[in-house]
């Protein structure tokens, strides 16, 4: 027979008092006294996702990214939607450089973090990091793309410069025309050229894609009753500190009125595809 219920709750209550001994053991940078801790919760109630992603960020802060992402991936199959099972699972990932997957992850954590909490510390930093992942994946495919570029730059030019070789033996006389008309055709590759390395060019980000207050591009629009656009954190932690009002049009505002601005989250969104530099700003 298994374990009375009297027998489980007593194991309930160890794994629990396990649990604060080793946040405490954590808050004091004891980290292997915070994993033996959570072990040993583990070891009495092995179904609760929590002694595991607790596990995993001890793990994180002594670099070991291999037990951060199995503890990470057990969490997971306990709770599917554990925000810190999918951004420590991220970061393993990315630390293995499998960085399609580890972004998947990141994203689906912001995801389910901006559900929960928007506000969350927890959100900001998976934000972070996710931008800094996304920014590494730009740069690499950004080096490979200009290098392509610039050798199909050089041979075309070469092709051109052939051409006018061998057109030039053939023609008696108007050199000057030949010449002219060369000059013209390697300047139109430089623009073709110049032009397809645009989207990897840095510059400003478009106004419409910024909120009103940070102005950095929207992470989370939301869109008030009187038509404004926000950053939904900055925006709730304005009418959580200074008061229920539309920062710019000082109508009252309750944050039960804000309406995700999901035309605008595209549009960010299709931009960051186009120019992943822009996961970068200061």
């Not at 009125?257 to 996961?279: F, R």
Request: hydrophobic share 35%; aromatic share 8%; proline share 4%.
């Amino acid at each position: 027979m298994g374990p009375d219920a009297e027998t489980l709750a007593a194991a309930a209550r160890q794994a629990e008092r396990l649990r604060k001994d080793g946040n405490e053991c954590y808050r004091r940078s004891r980290f292997g006294a915070a994993i033996d801790a959570y072990t040993e919760a583990i070891t009495l109630c092995p179904t609760v996702p929590v002694y595991w992603t607790n596990r995993a960020l001890c793990h994180r802060k002594r670099n070991d990214w291999q037990k951060v992402e199995e503890d990470s991936r057990k969490a997971l199959q306990l709770d599917h939607d554990s925000v810190k099972a999918h951004y420590m699972l991220g970061l393993a990932l990315l630390q293995k450089q499998e960085y399609t997957e580890g972004v998947k992850e990141l994203e689906r954590a912001l995801d389910l973090g901006r559900g929960a909490q928007p506000r969350s510390y927890m959100v900001e930093e998976i934000w972070q990091e996710l931008s800094k992942a996304k920014y590494l994946l730009w740069e690499q495919k950004s080096t490979k793309r200009s290098w392509e570029l610039q050798s199909l730059k050089e041979a075309c030019e070469m092709a051109l410069k052939g051409k006018f070789v061998s057109d030039a033996s053939k023609t008696e006389g108007f050199l000057d025309e030949l010449a002219k008309s060369h000059l013209e055709q390697v300047n139109a590759v430089g623009q073709v050229f110049q032009k397809a390395a645009e989207a990897d060019t840095p510059a400003e980000v478009p106004d419409y894609l910024c909120c009103k207050i940070t102005l950095d591009i929207y992470r989370d629009p939301v869109i008030t009753p009187s038509g404004i656009t926000y950053e939904r954190a900055v925006l709730l932690e304005h009418l959580n500190k200074v008061g229920k009002f539309d920062p710019i049009t000082h109508e009252r505002l309750d944050p039960s009125q804000l309406v995700p601005n999901l035309a605008i989250k595209a549009a960010v969104q299709a931009y960051l595809d186009e120019h992943g530099w822009a996961y970068k700003w200061d």
